[in-house]
């Protein structure tokens, strides 16, 4: 069992920028892929970002760079920096955790566990 839990969301004002975490608890070998999805009201659930324990990264072939995930093995929490923040990235934004053969940059792919979500709003 994994229990995850995101922080850092809120209100900002486009530009800005936010750092999600999330801190995970439990079973390691079920932490080996985490990623972040996103999901906008009336909208299918998008990928984001994700991290593999050795650290290999996967974005979105569209990614225009403004995110950044990062893991913290030791404490088990991983962090979505995202930066330059738009209206179109309001979303509930949701962390992940799989075992080593999740498929990272899909929902479906395998993942175990998901945390509740952290609301993300950008104002313009």
């Known amino acids: 069992q994994v229990n995850l839990v995101e922080s850092g969301g809120g209100l900002v004002q486009a530009g800005d920028s936010l750092r999600l975490s999330c801190a995970a608890s439990g079973r390691t070998s079920s932490m080996y892929v985490m990623g972040w999805f996103r999901q906008a009201p009336g909208k299918e659930r998008e990928f984001v970002a994700a991290?593999?324990?050795?650290?290999?990264?996967y974005y979105p072939e569209s990614a225009e760079g403004r995110f950044t995930i990062s893991r913290d093995n030791v404490e088990n929490t991983v962090y979505l920096q995202m930066n330059s923040l738009k209206p179109e990235d309001t979303a509930v934004y949701y962390c992940?955790?799989?075992?080593?053969?999740?498929?990272?940059?899909?929902?479906?792919?395998?993942?175990?566990?998901w945390g509740q979500g952290a609301q993300v709003t950008v104002s313009s």
């Open positions: 992940a955790a799989g075992p080593p053969t999740t498929v990272p940059r899909i929902p479906t792919g395998g993942y175990e566990y």
């Open positions: 991290i593999s324990w050795s650290g290999r990264l």
